[in-house]
Nanobody, 123 residues
Framework: QGEVVESGGGLVQPGGSLRLSCAAS????????MGWYRQTPGKERELVAA??????????DYTDSLKGRFTISADNTKNTVYLQMNSLKPEDTALYYC??????????????WGQGTQVTVSS
């Protein structure tokens, strides 16, 4: 496994819920951003939600169409970000990716990406 690993995807019926997890390696530090994205065949990767972390606290952003159904949260002691997905719809079916960005000059400019976890919403 890589430095960023997603889990929690699977098959769920419409109206159901899933919680995705994204765990960053212990070698990754000074994290200031953790975000969830999704992608379907033939489409660009799209932002779902993101959380911004600083010494003063943290705040979250959401895609407007998903706000109210999806909730992002982070456990900084575990280098982990979660995405709680409720009232899932078939159009939520996608490969969900996690992106982690750090305040380290030697880190990749686009941060670290996981391999994705598949979410399929179908009856």
């Amino acid at each position: 496994q890589g430095e960023v690993v997603e889990s929690g995807g699977g098959l769920v019926q419409p109206g159901g819920s899933l919680r995705l997890s994204c765990a960053a390696s212990e070698s990754i530090f000074n994290i200031y951003y953790m975000g969830w994205y999704r992608q379907t065949p033939g489409k660009e990767r799209e932002l779902v939600a993101a959380i911004h972390i600083s010494g003063a606290g943290q705040y979250a952003d959401y895609t407007d169409s998903l706000k109210g159904r999806f909730t992002i949260s982070a456990d900084n002691t575990k280098n982990t970000v979660y995405l709680q997905m409720n009232s899932l719809k078939p159009e939520d079916t996608a490969l969900y990716y996690c992106n982690v960005q750090v305040a380290v000059t030697t880190a990749p400019s686009e941060g670290y990406w996981g391999q994705g976890t598949q979410v399929t919403v179908s009856s």
